[in-house]
């Protein structure tokens, strides 16, 4: 057995244990019906990674899957366990990437720089103390390793439970199932003054529509909710450093994100996941109040959208492609601020579920989806568009990393879908985040 094959037999294993485990889990047993906030604090440097606790928060719900306890997708760069102490048993798992994992891979961190942000984990509450195990992979291989244990006592006397914030939240689309069978999204609007409340609703309105009339969201609105947080600030529009404005926001979002000038995130997850927890979420979307061209997606964090682009549609299915469903940029060609050998490090397999090294049709992840009469790797040839095959070029590379379509959502704007492989891809984190069985 060789060792990409060693690889595969473990991935299956590992995903047979996880259901195994899952299915031996009771969520009566082991959790409340409320949620836990962890808010920790994550200082990484190129070589290492430190963790501490800022402050526990009690959340009325848990809102995300009961029977799913253990993350069946394997994607992101982080991976936090929750691990009952009495036991030594995993009762929780969930993947997710940060501002601080990307920043990570920049030339400002290269050079020995290190960065501290806020990193607020949240499950649903135990009843009894936990610890958590915070991992990260490693880059020479893509393996998850433990970066942090930290102990939890979820019933001590002085956890809060208390609000930071009193926004209004309205819903905007409701599912025709409960919250643990709901793929529940939370606007929350930055860039808005009380002023401009009524703007706010309109955009909000329209993301909502916008999301269930893309596919495949049009297929599952039956059990996708959408929320809105009436979030204000004192500024109006997000702070653009290259021109020199700075607005006070609710949470803080900004273009010229690590000097790149389409790059709109906030590295404020303290604030924004406190605002949030005013509505039951399992995906977060802000809407920033601008008319420039931008946008930022991080997968299990957040998918950040400005309201009045002319690329409207495009940028808000491409970022919750990254934000919700865990896909990686296809293009290649455009500059990004990350060395590429730190965001995929030559040799190790993207856990993405829409890049892949593999050549040999039997290990590349999507090649169930690829006809038998398409060539592998894939020519760059016009009579290949809307086919599923291997295409070179993708995650910031134009060589050595592959894309399963030659456009996509994911690739280029423009009127092109997300392709077969992404839809599934989506889909899968449906039937996930909506306590479906998804198989591994
Ligand atoms: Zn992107």
Same mark, same amino acid.
């Given at each position: 057995?060789?060792?990409?094959?060693?690889?595969?037999?473990?991935?299956?294993?590992?995903?047979?244990?996880?259901?195994?485990?899952?299915?031996?889990?009771?969520?009566?047993?082991?959790?409340?019906?409320? /949620? !836990?906030?962890?808010?920790?604090?994550?200082?990484?440097?190129?070589?290492?990674?430190? $963790?501490? *606790?800022?402050?526990?928060?009690?959340?009325?719900?848990?809102?995300?899957?009961?029977?799913?306890?253990?993350?069946?997708?394997?994607?992101?760069?982080?991976?936090?366990?929750?691990?009952?102490? /009495?036991?030594?048993?995993?009762?929780?798992?969930?993947?997710?990437?940060?501002?601080?994992?990307?920043?990570?891979?920049?030339?400002?961190? /290269?050079?020995?720089?290190?960065?501290?942000?806020?990193?607020?984990?949240?499950?649903?509450?135990?009843?009894?103390?936990?610890? !958590?195990?915070?991992?990260?992979?490693?880059?020479?291989? =893509?393996?998850?390793?433990?970066?942090?244990?930290?102990?939890?006592?979820?019933?001590?006397?002085?956890?809060?439970?208390?609000?930071?914030?009193?926004?209004?939240?309205?819903?905007?689309?409701?599912?025709?199932?409960?919250?643990?069978?709901?793929?529940?999204?939370?606007?929350?609007?930055?860039?808005?003054?009380?002023?401009?409340?009524?703007?706010?609703?309109?955009?909000? /309105?329209?993301?909502?529509? !916008? *999301?269930?009339?893309?596919?495949?969201?049009?297929?599952?609105?039956?059990?996708?909710?959408?929320?809105?947080?009436?979030?204000?600030?004192?500024?109006?529009?997000?702070?653009?450093?290259?021109?020199?404005? $700075?607005?006070?926001?609710?949470?803080?979002?900004?273009?010229?994100?690590?000097?790149?000038?389409?790059?709109?995130?906030?590295?404020?997850?303290?604030?924004?996941?406190?605002?949030?927890?005013?509505?039951?979420?399992?995906?977060?979307?802000?809407?920033?109040?601008?008319?420039?061209?931008?946008?930022? =997606?991080?997968?299990?964090?957040?998918?950040?959208?400005?309201?009045?682009?002319?690329?409207?549609?495009?940028?808000?299915?491409?970022?919750? &492609?990254?934000?919700?469903? &865990?896909?990686?940029?296809?293009?290649?060609?455009?500059?990004?601020?990350?060395?590429?050998?730190?965001?995929?490090?030559?040799?190790?397999?993207?856990?993405?579920?829409?890049?892949?090294?593999?050549?040999?049709?039997?290990?590349?992840?999507?090649?169930? $989806?690829?006809?038998?009469?398409?060539?592998?790797?894939?020519?760059?040839?016009?009579?290949?568009?809307?086919?599923?095959?291997?295409?070179?070029? =993708?995650?910031?590379?134009?060589?050595?990393?592959?894309?399963?379509?030659?456009?996509?959502?994911? $690739?280029?704007?423009?009127?092109? &879908?997300?392709?077969?492989?992404?839809?599934?891809?989506?889909?899968?984190?449906?039937?996930?985040?909506?306590?479906?069985?998804?198989?591994?």
């Amino acid at each position: 057995m060789n060792r990409l094959m060693a690889g595969a037999m473990w991935l299956l294993m590992s995903g047979v244990a996880a259901q195994v485990q899952a299915q031996q889990l009771r969520y009566e047993d082991i959790f409340t019906s409320e /949620a !836990l906030r962890v808010e920790l604090v994550h200082t990484a440097y190129r070589d290492r990674d430190v $963790f501490a *606790l800022e402050a526990l928060a009690i959340e009325p719900v848990w809102p995300g899957p009961r029977r799913n306890l253990i993350d069946p997708t394997g994607y992101g760069k982080y991976r936090f366990k929750v691990i009952d102490k /009495a036991t030594s048993k995993v009762v929780f798992s969930q993947g997710y990437c940060t501002l601080l994992g990307e920043w990570i891979t920049t030339e400002e961190a /290269a050079s020995g720089a290190g960065r501290s942000m806020s990193e607020p984990l949240r499950f649903p509450r135990p009843k009894a103390p936990v610890q !958590l195990v915070v991992e990260g992979r490693v880059e020479k291989t =893509g393996k998850f390793a433990e970066l942090a244990r930290i102990e939890i006592d979820p019933s001590a006397y002085d956890v809060p439970s208390e609000k930071h914030f009193d926004f209004a939240v309205t819903t905007l689309h409701e599912s025709k199932t409960d919250l643990a069978r709901s793929v529940d999204v939370v606007v929350v609007p930055d860039g808005y003054s009380p002023l401009e409340m009524d703007k706010m609703r309109a955009d909000a /309105a329209r993301l909502s529509r !916008l *999301l269930l009339a893309s596919t495949p969201f049009d297929r599952h609105a039956d059990r996708l909710s959408v929320r809105l947080v009436e979030a204000v600030g004192r500024g109006s529009g997000p702070d653009e450093p290259r021109k020199g404005w $700075f607005q006070p926001t609710a949470v803080g979002t900004t273009f010229d994100t690590f000097r790149s000038p389409r790059y709109l995130t906030t590295a404020d997850m303290r604030t924004l996941k406190r605002i949030a927890a005013l509505s039951p979420y399992d995906t977060i979307v802000v809407v920033v109040n601008t008319n420039r061209y931008g946008g930022g =997606g991080i997968p299990g964090w957040y998918s950040i959208y400005p309201s009045d682009s002319e690329y409207d549609e495009y940028v808000f299915q491409h970022e919750f &492609g990254h934000g919700f469903a &865990g896909l990686g940029d296809e293009y290649y060609t455009s500059p990004t601020s990350y060395d590429e050998d730190a965001f995929y490090a030559a040799g190790v397999e993207p856990w993405e579920p829409n890049l892949t090294i593999e050549t040999a049709r039997a290990k590349i992840k999507w090649g169930a $989806f690829i006809p038998a009469e398409v060539p592998v790797p894939t020519p760059d040839d016009p009579k290949y568009d809307g086919v599923v095959g291997l295409f070179e070029g =993708g995650g910031y590379k134009a060589k050595g990393i592959f894309r399963p379509t030659r456009n996509s959502k994911m $690739f280029h704007k423009g009127e092109v &879908g997300f392709g077969p492989v992404n839809e599934a891809a989506i889909e899968k984190m449906i039937r996930y985040l909506s306590d479906e069985e998804v198989r591994p």
